[in-house]
């Protein structure tokens, strides 16, 4: 009963000085807005770069053939190195620790023929373990398999594209498609979140493709993932252990850089890493920012709400109000203020952002939003810091002698 | 009702100190109605002060309705106010954001008081001092002699064992002086010990027993004519 009485004395005040009330609400709602768009666009930014570099697995390593530039052990320079299968087996035997999955390669550009419908597509022949290595997710029927392998069967799993461009809005499962000239069997469509090129290649068994297009046993490159367990440091070290070992066996100079190419995601995956540290670091640092220009703005109001109101507490305690009755009504006023306040800023922020929504992609900025936790919080950081801005102004007017106060002009 | 002995008060002015009462000796009675004269700087509000609690004393004895009073905090302060004294003010010092009924009843809240129960209380004293009809009114819509009725009012609420009235007439003019002091002077007749502060001759006059103050010593202490007339 007392509670509800102190309460509606707390309303009274606030709604009889509303200038004093819009103004201190106004300050924490605007710096909750202002704390979530910040953050909101922060984590935008964010989510643009995981999307950037989401494509392919992240612990991938291909390596590619090219031609010498130096001369090494009697052997001229512009020296075309070539893999064979043989290669493909030396590094799977050298390094059955590091290795998760691997696969030979062989890549053509086919023409493809379905009904009146065609198209030009890369076409790879892999091994199935090829397929976590591109991250693609089958969608319908299944990848190559072992089987396919061992029969060279001339079968293909096709990207969801392809299916999209060739077969329209029909299935693609179970189709045949005419690749240069020959048929294959469609078994599986697949999706990729690398993006609408990894969703335009066709894989077929790697023995097919490498059986009808290359004389003997040749492979273009090799892609494999190294052992997730491995750190970015030891996967570096591993592709430059594997580089080395390749050009041992080609006969290549250590130093020729263009012979043997090994291209390690972890290096990328190192500086993305490194770049979200540095994003995060600044996203962080604007969110305490504009925190701390909050605060400061509450404290100053504070001090002047119970400034201007120095005569009005010196009445009150004239009548008979204790120092910890004066504490409480500005404390509980300023808690209820900001409260509302923090929250009319949250929602106000947490709306603009969705209103916002993708419409920003092309500043790389996708799908800005903030994580409920974090506005609470800030929220409640508000609270309490002006709870505190609000005590110490609030304990001094208590305790000034009623006479000083009254005298307050 | 209000005993004084050798009350001393003196304020600190930078490193010298100011001693504006030297000793004084007073004693008032339950129901006496009493003005305290003196020019300014005599020390009639350090008196009305320390005697309303609202600041406290350097040394001697101060005695409110038979309790000592000494080594008040705030806290008690506040009560003791609430409990035994009223005030009036020359400036009023109504809340300019609450209404008449609102300030009448805001002591009735510090004494924790329901709020049902203390604005029928609040109107009560609202007619007495005759501004039922202006009960939701602002004190920015009063009258200087209305917003010092409604001051009254509030002083007298909690039933206060004395009145205390800082130059109550002090910006008023004197037709609206006398009226207000006419109020005083019925709340006496009813019992009430009202105490009373002034510069001018004519309101002192209105009273009981006027007590001289001058360099923070008292210089006379007489009871009026008037007493007879009643």
């Not at chain 1, 005040?13 to 807005?33: C, M, V």
């Not at chain 2, 009493?34 to 609690?53: H, Q, R």
């Amino acid at each position: 009963m007392f509670d509800l009485d102190r309460w509606q004395e707390i309303f009274q005040t606030i709604s009889k000085n509303k200038l004093r009330t819009i103004l201190s609400g106004f300050t924490i709602a605007f710096a909750i807005l202002l704390f979530t768009l910040l953050f909101g666009i922060g984590n935008g930014l964010k989510h643009t770069f995981e999307k950037q570099f989401a494509g392919d697995s992240q612990n991938s390593v291909y390596i590619n053939s090219g031609t010498t530039t130096k001369p090494y052990k009697g052997l001229q320079s512009g020296r075309q190195i070539q893999f064979r299968n043989e290669d493909a087996k030396f590094i799977n035997e050298k390094f059955p620790d590091e290795i998760q999955f691997f696969s030979p390669n062989i890549q053509r550009s086919m023409q493809a023929i379905y009904k009146g419908e065609q198209n030009r597509y890369t076409v790879r022949g892999v091994y199935p373990d090829y397929q976590p290595l591109e991250s693609a997710v089958i969608q319908d029927g299944r990848f190559l398999s072992y089987i396919d392998i061992k029969r060279r069967a001339k079968v293909i799993a096709i990207g969801r594209l392809v299916e999209e461009d060739l077969f329209g809005a029909k299935s693609a499962m179970g189709k045949n498609i005419n690749l240069d000239g020959i048929s294959y069997k469609v078994v599986g469509v697949f999706n990729d979140p690398g993006g609408d090129n990894d969703e335009r290649y066709i894989y077929a068994p790697f023995t097919t493709i490498q059986g009808m297009y290359k004389p003997n046993d040749e492979v273009d490159y090799f892609g494999l993932t190294f052992n997730s367990k491995l750190s970015v440091d030891e996967a570096l070290a591993f592709s430059n252990l594997l580089t080395k070992v390749l050009k041992e066996k080609h006969n290549i100079d250590p130093r020729d850089q263009a012979a043997i190419r090994v291209r390690n995601y972890a290096e990328g995956t190192k500086n993305v890493q490194q770049f979200m540290t540095v994003l995060n670091v600044i996203i962080l640092f604007i969110g305490i920012g504009t925190l701390i220009a909050g605060i400061i703005g509450i404290s100053n109001i504070m001090v002047y709400i119970v400034k201007e109101r120095t005569k009005e507490l010196g009445i009150r305690k004239a009548l008979g109000a204790t120092p910890s009755s004066i504490i409480g009504m500005i404390l509980m006023e300023s808690i209820f203020i900001t409260a509302l306040a923090g929250y009319t800023g949250l929602m106000l922020g947490v709306f603009a952002l969705r209103a916002l929504g993708d419409s920003l992609e092309k500043y790389f900025i996708l799908n800005p939003s903030v994580e409920t936790y974090v506005v609470v919080g800030a929220t409640i950081v508000l609270i309490i810091a002006g709870t505190i801005a609000g005590y110490i102004p609030a304990k001094r007017a208590a305790s000034i002698k009623p006479i000083v106060a009254l005298n307050d002009e | 009702m209000i005993k004084i002995e050798k009350l001393h008060k003196s304020y600190p002015i930078g490193k010298d100190s100011l001693h504006v009462l030297k000793g004084l000796d007073l004693h008032i009675k339950e129901g006496e109605f009493v003005a305290i004269m003196g020019s300014s700087g005599s020390g009639k509000s350090t008196l009305l002060n320390i005697v309303g609690l609202l600041d406290a004393h350097d040394s001697g004895n101060y005695y409110l309705n038979g309790q000592l009073i000494e080594n008040l905090d705030e806290r008690k302060a506040a009560i003791l106010r609430n409990k035994f004294l009223g005030f009036v003010f020359q400036s009023f010092n109504l809340i300019n954001y609450k209404n008449a009924l609102e300030n009448v009843a805001l002591p009735l809240y510090y004494s924790g008081m329901g709020r049902k129960e203390r604005n029928e209380i609040a109107m009560q004293y609202l007619e007495k001092v005759g501004l039922a009809d202006w009960a939701t009114h602002l004190p920015s819509e009063l009258s200087g002699g209305q917003k010092q009725r409604v001051a009254i009012a509030r002083a007298l609420v909690t039933k206060p064992k004395v009145v205390l009235a800082d130059e109550p007439t002090g910006a008023l003019d004197s037709s609206t002086s006398h009226s207000v002091m006419e109020l005083l002077k019925e709340i006496n007749r009813e019992g009430m010990t009202v105490f009373v502060i002034t510069h001018e001759e004519d309101i002192a006059e209105e009273t009981d027993r006027i007590v001289r103050l001058k360099d923070g010593v008292i210089i006379s202490d007489e009871k009026t004519l008037k007493k007879s007339k009643v």
